[in-house]
């Protein structure tokens, strides 16, 4: 697809996978677009990531192809091997949970976050020439009825017709939207995460079934922790997380390096099987989980500032949708712009959050609902019926087009946002900056 120039100029704060997914379809649809990213070189930073057919989706439409291609081939392959779902005392493989068979035009892709955001980088700078400014951390914003802007670190201002805050759990487009700085709160837990390559494993009689016939995916589900350990590439990566409880206050920083230690008590009384793949880890993280309830508004006061991503709505890993739902917000807005025209890029804005905003705070409930059916698992009701501890893959999530919705819903929530007169009873979602109750 190559959309006539629009001519309205985008600049995306952000270069995660919101902000170049953004950029992306921003350029697909015709927009002016460019992108200016905090880090001053790209790193294969994060282990395990997961991308929903509703991403695979979108990443299949990107050069016929041929960047899902070059995805999947760094990516987890469990058609034969599927999920197994253990007892976390016993070991006993509950739940056998196969996988579904891929849709090649919407296929399920996890992998390692680094390399997978490597490919989706360098399409977007290298073969689609989009301007990408690294060493660039934006700490300012303005707008007006007529434009909107940020300010870069050598007091430059760059002006454009909207900027998309895609920068993350920590950002500062958000306290211009709101208008108050909305600090994260800890949700309860925190993850040890860690990603190394299989030596060790493959020469312990007890671990090396795991990585010599392919990869494979395993879950031990216990009271209030969850252990999910992969093999990738053939068996030759090993990959493992683990879900537990953490109160611990998280203020500016959520990433830690982990101790082994703490991670051998929460095991005491597991699975042998669990311990002896952790002793294999050379160095891992301690992710404390970012919550925040749904901000009132992703639009700043001119709506010509969106926040979108994690900026917007971060959300828990066991919804396995944060990065997906994040790329669905740059699909929705690109489509708007265009829709909308240069003239009404404020409306454009408003529209996509109407899109948006039910479907997401939607999706991120699924993060706590399948979390809690495993850490709350009754096991006489697994042992009549495993599948109830299965992991939920349900069509309105996976199925969804995001830019055939945006597309199809777009002329009528126009009509309601620029000429609400016309419409009973017309309730829009508010925009910046929101009243603080006292
Ligand atoms: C380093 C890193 C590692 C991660 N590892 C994992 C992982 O292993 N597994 C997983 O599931 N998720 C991981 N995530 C989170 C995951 O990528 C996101 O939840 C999801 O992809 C949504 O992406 P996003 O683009 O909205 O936000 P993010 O991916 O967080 O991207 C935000 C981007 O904005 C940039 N930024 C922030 N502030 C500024 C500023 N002031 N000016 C300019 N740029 C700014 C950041 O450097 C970052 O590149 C990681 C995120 C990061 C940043």
Known sequence: MSASKTGIKVVVVGAGFGGLTAAIECHRQGHDVSIYENFPELKTLGDIISFGANAGRIFHRWSDGKIVRRLRDLCIDLSTYGFRIHKYDTGEVVYHQPTPKQDPQAPVLNGHRGELHEVVFNYARDELGIPIHLGQPVNEYFEDENQAGIVLKSGERVVADVVIGADGVRSKARELVLGYVDKPKSSGYAVWRAWFSNTDMIKDPRTREFCINGDTFN?????????????????????????H???HDIDESWSFPGKLEDVYKVLEGWDPTCRAIVEKTPSLVDWKLVYRDPLPTWVSKHARILLLGD??????PTSAQGATQAMEDGVTIAVCLRRAGKDNVPAAVRVHQEIRYDRVALVQKTGETTRDRWHKTDWEKVAKDPKSIAFPREEWIHHHDAEKHAEESFEEIF???????????????????????V
């Open 245 to 247: 409880r953490d109160e």
């Open 415 to 437: 009509k309601k946002v620029t000429q609400p007169e016309l419409f009973d009873n017309v309730k829009l979602l508010p925009v910046g900056p929101i009243p603080v109750a």
């Open 311 to 316: 900026s917007a709505h971060p959300f828990l």
């Open 219 to 243: 879950g031990w589900i216990g009271p209030d922790v969850h252990f999910l350990f992969s093999t990738i590439k053939g068996g030759q990566d090993c990959c493992w997380v683990l879900t």
